[in-house]
């Protein structure tokens, strides 16, 4: 898909990682409406970006969800891609786990963005684009964080499928499942200690791999394990 004039909804634009998307798909010239749960931050973003057209949403929230992406379509004349950079983390071992804990992981992680995607097909354009945030534990999971990499699997799974579903409008699935990238977000887990990571992959190239999957309308970006690489196909 072209960027420039695209019509792009970041949800969890008020997040490290969710804010940079936003960012560069701005200076690439698309038309980019926001919403994330922290109201002032995502407030300060819109002024930044020009006056960008933005509402607060909880993930968990199912209606303030869908109520998110109906402002956006209206603001936007309707949507050409969704990006869903919503995540939170827990580390332990998976015996230990709590289920309260576990219940969260997998309602921001998996149960949200299916439901935003859901909320946002009806406005989406054919030929568009839906952009997951995964994590690469999706393909490897990892000691000490088994609920968080299942969460991250069942995000996976559903995309593979939905990509398959939507053929018939050209619509591409983009599941992006980079390694670990220093965003803090381990800084504010759940539960529990994070293990021994290895330095954070560089959150630019993470953000010039979604882009660059966008317009190549690439089904994923993933990391090549000899190379530590990010590499879109």
């Not at 607060?56 to 402002?71: F, W």
């Not at 534990?137 to 299942?150: F, I, K, N, R, W």
Request: hydrophobic letters at 55%; charged letters at 20%; proline letters at 5%.
């Amino acid at each position: 898909m072209e960027l420039a004039g695209a019509r792009v909804l970041v949800a969890g634009a008020t997040g490290v990682l969710g804010g940079a998307l936003a960012r560069a798909l701005a200076a690439a010239g698309a038309q980019v409406a926001l919403s994330g749960r922290d109201a002032a931050r995502l407030e300060a973003l819109a002024g930044e970006l020009g006056g960008a057209p933005a509402q607060a949403a909880d993930a968990v929230d199912v209606d303030s969800v869908g109520a998110a992406v109906d402002a956006a379509a209206a603001a936007l004349g309707g949507l050409d891609s969704v990006v869903v950079a919503w995540g939170v983390v827990a580390f332990g071992p998976a015996a230990d786990a709590d289920d309260a804990v576990t219940e969260e992981l997998f309602a921001v992680n998996t149960m949200a963005p299916m439901s935003l995607v859901r909320a946002a097909l009806p406005h989406l354009a054919d030929g568009g684009a839906v952009v997951l945030l995964s994590a690469v534990v999706a393909d490897a999971p990892t000691l000490g964080m088994a609920e968080y990499s299942a969460s991250k699997a069942a995000l996976s799974a559903w995309a593979a499928v939905l990509r398959r579903e939507l053929r018939g409008r050209s619509v591409a699935v983009l599941d992006v499942r980079p390694p670990h990238v220093d965003t803090g977000l381990v800084d504010r887990a759940l539960a529990g200690t994070p293990p021994r990571l290895p330095a954070g992959h560089d959150r630019d190239d993470v953000v010039r791999a979604v882009l660059d999957g966008m317009r190549q309308g690439a089904r994923e970006v993933v990391v090549d394990p000899r190379e530590r690489r990010l590499v879109v196909r």
